[in-house]
């Protein structure tokens, strides 16, 4: 693998004057370099010789001619997505999706393997490694124009030095993550949580866009929240920020896996949903779940989302229910930061039909005011790959963001 030559790449691409450029014609789709002198306060030949070096390396292309104000057409400038490409890793609990993309976050590749309970560390690395590796081998881009790993881990991660310090649904502690991956592959390595990186993504690519104060809520086997806040990630002091799963909703609820008792995740994971409808079927309710699940201890939220499907009366009024719950959390939420829109991502999410509603219904019922009660709840644009693309945005913050607007 030609590492010196990723090395340099991104080198290349990442003093302040070149970062202001290719973030403006990647801000405008297309661009002049007469427009860009003009919006970045630099010379034009200033700009000139940058955009002549970006040309070379063809991270940018020339593309058809802008409109003219009389006298010759600009040349407009495009960012060249299939110039290089990034690996984003959604790393657990349930498994480790690995995507590969371009620039524009376009998916080229991925792989995906299943996490078993009881893993250990070392095995959890090596399967995220052989994961990478699977994708990079796949061909469907050279080597040298990989420029870096995007990691999104769920639990608590340290980003500064890109440590899993406990991610709690797997039971593992102080993964070096960042280290072991910079070590096996020699290209940059970003850790974030994957709530986070989700809201991220969602800022870069899908539906947080335009927002300026936004939250992504992670709800799949546990709950966790990116905040962004003026267009940034938000991670508090030591990178806690953001943990809504294991925030009290209900005094007297069920035990959590941290410990305590009736926190948000306890009523609204993947698993909640499965043990509360299990515990209901078990008091004589009728579902069409009996016959799905056999035992009603192997019933998961999938399946009752397959029977809400079908028309299953009992498994739409639980996620009715699980919406109730996610609605009280994302109130407080509201209260606590105001923001304009809240994504809800993950693997729940995937019911959204038959959640969302009562959750914005009770967010309407018990917001304090008018504008509080009409926040904006929509489901993540990226679905699925939400974790990924987020992971993969990651790199783009370090490739594209001066250093005034770095998250
Ligand atoms: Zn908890």
Redesign the pocket.
């Known amino acids: 693998m030609n590492t010196k030559y990723m090395a340099g790449s991104f080198k290349l691409m990442k003093s302040l004057n070149r970062s202001l450029i290719l973030n403006t014609i990647r801000e405008h789709g297309q661009i002049s370099r007469a427009e860009i002198a003009k919006l970045t306060k630099l010379t034009p030949p200033t700009v000139g010789n940058i955009v002549k070096e970006l040309l070379e390396a063809e991270i940018v292309i020339e593309q058809s001619q802008g409109v003219s104000k009389g006298g010759r057409k600009p040349t407009m400038l495009v960012i060249n997505a299939r110039s290089f490409f990034m690996i984003g890793v959604d790393a657990g609990p349930a498994s480790v999706h690995v995507i590969m993309t371009d620039l524009n976050a376009d998916i080229v590749q991925m792989h995906e393997v299943p996490l078993k309970p009881g893993i250990t560390e070392a095995d959890f690395l090596n399967l995220m490694i052989s994961g990478i590796k699977e994708v990079i081998n796949s061909g469907k881009a050279s080597t040298d124009q990989i420029i870096g790993i995007g990691v999104a881990m769920h639990g608590i991660v340290d980003i500064e030095n890109g440590i899993s310090l406990f991610a709690p649904n797997l039971q593992l502690r102080d993964i070096p993550i960042k280290e072991t991956l910079e070590k096996e592959f020699a290209m940059i390595v970003k850790v974030e949580n994957d709530a986070r990186a989700m809201a991220l993504g969602e800022t870069w690519f899908g539906n947080g866009k335009d927002v300026d104060h936004l939250v992504c809520v992670n709800v799949a086997s546990g709950v966790g929240a990116g905040v962004v806040i003026n267009g940034k990630l938000f991670h508090g002091e030591h990178d806690l920020a953001g943990e809504i799963?294991?925030m009290?909703i209900d005094l007297n609820g069920p035990r959590?896996?941290?410990?305590?008792y009736g926190?948000?995740?306890?009523h609204v994971s993947g698993p909640a949903i499965a043990d509360r409808a299990a515990r209901d079927l078990s008091l004589g309710k009728e579902s069409i779940l009996r016959d799905m699940a056999g035992n009603l201890n192997e019933l998961t939220g999938e399946m009752l989302h397959e029977a809400a499907q079908k028309g299953d009366r009992f498994s739409i009024e639980q996620f009715e229910l699980t919406g109730r719950y996610l609605g009280i959390g994302l109130i407080n939420l509201i209260h606590l930061l105001n923001p304009k829109r809240i994504i809800i991502g993950g693997g729940v999410s995937l019911a959204g039909d038959y959640l969302l509603e009562s959750a914005r219904q009770t967010v309407k019922t018990r917001a304090l005011t008018e504008s509080a009660k009409n926040t904006e709840i929509v489901l993540s644009k990226l679905g699925k790959n939400a974790a990924a693309i987020g992971a993969v945005s990651l790199i783009l913050v370090e490739l594209f963001s001066t250093k005034a607007n770095q998250s």
């Open positions: 799963g294991h009290c959590c896996t941290c410990g305590n926190c948000l995740q306890t």
